[in-house]
């Protein structure tokens, strides 16, 4: 493969087709199910999934063959296959998903969820980046090695609708499409970080999670504070009680039935993560003041984001705005707990853990309710084989000039864990524009178009290679 050759071809495709349509893309408010029950009826995700279907002939792959596949309730899935134009008889699974996350408040001046904004290389705007650029880097990749008559194996993209909300929707594709996929010996997936902009960087590990709903009621409606303060307990500060015995709130640490033993591996391989990322590690997020990280020690705070069980409350109910909430006893609180769970942990398993103990025996014979939304497992990667590791060093040389680097991630993707279990053996290549200060699922979201163009490269890259040692 003339790597010159490849990034011409791939940075044309991103300036003339592919940016354009990530900015129609970044238009449509197509968010996860989890946040827009009413998805179907507002007809975002199918304005999406139709964007993205019509944009599959620009790369003329020779014989693709596409469907939007659609199961009565869930949301739609892009399902393209290409044939081998080699010898090979291996396939490929690439994978992305097209869901986004809500709004949320914060952007700066200029900026919007829902509005397209390129400034300084980098295209601003909701589901960018996370994901919806996987489908044009999946195809350009393989439309670049056809441009130069390079062989490829069997490709199989599958572009889900649900990710975002746990990929619920998804196993009941997989069943229906078993046939059609095939066994993978490859996935390939853009849905992942990097750790900068200066290489490509691969992904060993992704926690699971747990997401769930914790509700505290201590009367049918509001009361005078003053009247009932004293003698009607706080929902609050029942809340603040249950959590207590879930987390700890001087060192965050988590009870110990939702942890696990860490691998020496691992312990190594943060080290060495430290050293690659510096200052970075801590850098690439938007401090307020002088807030300092939980930990000194960085190679512990990459364990803490990947390999430990950590609590984040990702919203609250019951509650008014400051602004205007009057002197009453509130009636109930409810708290969003998102959960990150290490690999290698029973997420269903876990999720039961936590009912039993939040719910057991509730302060004050106070109701209290968990209600569960999704369980996901986390997952860790086989050791790669030679030539994987070797394609992968190739690829990041070539387009990144540095070579590759690999950690875990504190994220889930939770389609890997499910590969992994139905297919043992497989190699997976897990990467990623969601870099420093990318802020994917919060305000000023972007996509590094230059670190998009590098990334799809690669892809081209170990595509060739891995139908070179068949």
């Known amino acids: 493969m003339d790597p010159i050759r490849t990034q011409t071809f791939v940075e044309n495709m991103w300036d003339e087709t592919i940016v354009p349509t990530l900015s129609d893309y970044i238009r449509i408010p197509n968010k996860s199910p989890m946040f827009d029950p009413d998805w179907e009826k507002h007809g975002y995700m199918q304005q999406a999934i139709d964007l993205l279907d019509g944009w ?16 009565p309730g869930r949301t739609p899935l892009l399902f393209c296959e290409i044939p081998s134009t080699g010898d090979s008889h291996a396939t490929v699974l690439l994978y992305g998903h097209y869901d986004k996350q809500p709004e949320f408040d914060g952007w700066r001046e200029g900026l919007e969820p829902w509005k397209p904004v390129i400034d300084d290389g980098r295209l601003y705007g909701r589901g960018g980046a996370d994901d919806g650029y996987s489908l044009f880097g999946s ?18 993209v599958i572009i889900e609708g649900c990710e975002e909300s746990g990929s619920y929707d998804l196993p009941h594709y997989i069943e229906m499409l078993k046939a059609r996929i095939g066994t ?11 750790g900068n902009y200066d290489q490509l960087w691969l992904t060993t590990s992704l926690r699971g999670m747990i997401s769930s709903e914790l509700t505290v009621k201590v ?16 929902s609050f500060r029942i809340l603040r009680q249950l959590l207590d015995r879930i987390e700890d709130a001087q060192t965050g640490k988590l ?9 020496e591996s691992v312990r190594v391989a943060a080290q060495e993560t430290a050293v690659s990322l510096g200052k970075d590690l801590i850098h690439r997020f938007p ?5 300092q990280p939980v930990a000194t020690d960085s190679a512990e705070l990459i364990l803490n984001n990947t390999w430990r069980p950590t609590l984040s409350i990702t919203g609250i109910s019951g509650a ?7 002197n009453t006893l509130r009636p109930f609180t409810s708290a969003k707990l998102s959960i990150r769970i290490p690999p290698g942990l029973n997420a269903h398993s876990a999720a039961d853990t936590l009912k039993r103990l939040l719910e057991n025996d509730p302060p004050y014979q106070s109701r209290v309710n968990l209600k569960l ?15 994987l590791r070797d394609a992968l060093t190739k690829a990041s040389n070539a387009f990144f000039q540095q070579p590759m680097r690999q950690m875990g991630i504190g994220g889930s993707i939770p389609f890997m864990k499910m590969l992994g279990d139905s297919f043992p053996g497989v190699q997976f290549v897990i990467t990623g524009v969601l870099g420093p200060h990318s802020n994917a699922h919060g305000p000023n979201e972007f996509l590094d178009i230059e670190t998009g163009k590098r990334v799809t490269s690669c892809i081209a890259s170990i595509l060739a290679d891995h139908a070179l040692r068949q």
Do not use: Y
């Not at 993978?184 to 990097?194: F, Q, R, W």
């Open 184 to 194: 993978p010996d490859l996935v390939v997936c853009l849905d992942s970080e990097c």
């Open 139 to 156: 195809l350009t990749a393989i439309a670049a090695l056809e441009d130069q008559g390079i062989p490829h194996a069997r490709c199989v």
């Open 219 to 234: 009367l049918t409606e509001g009361v005078h504070s003053g009247m009932a303060s004293g003698i009607v307990p706080s």
């Open 373 to 387: 939304d999704a369980a996901q497992d986390g997952w860790f990667a086989p050791e790669l084989e030679p030539w």
């Open 56 to 71: 599959c002939d620009v790369p003329n792959l020779a014989n693709m063959r596409r469907e939007i596949v659609n199961l």
């Open 287 to 291: 401090w307020e003041g002088v807030t």
């Open 255 to 263: 009870n110990e039935r939702l942890t696990v033993e860490i691998p």
């Open 320 to 326: 008014p705005p400051v602004k205007d909430a009057g």
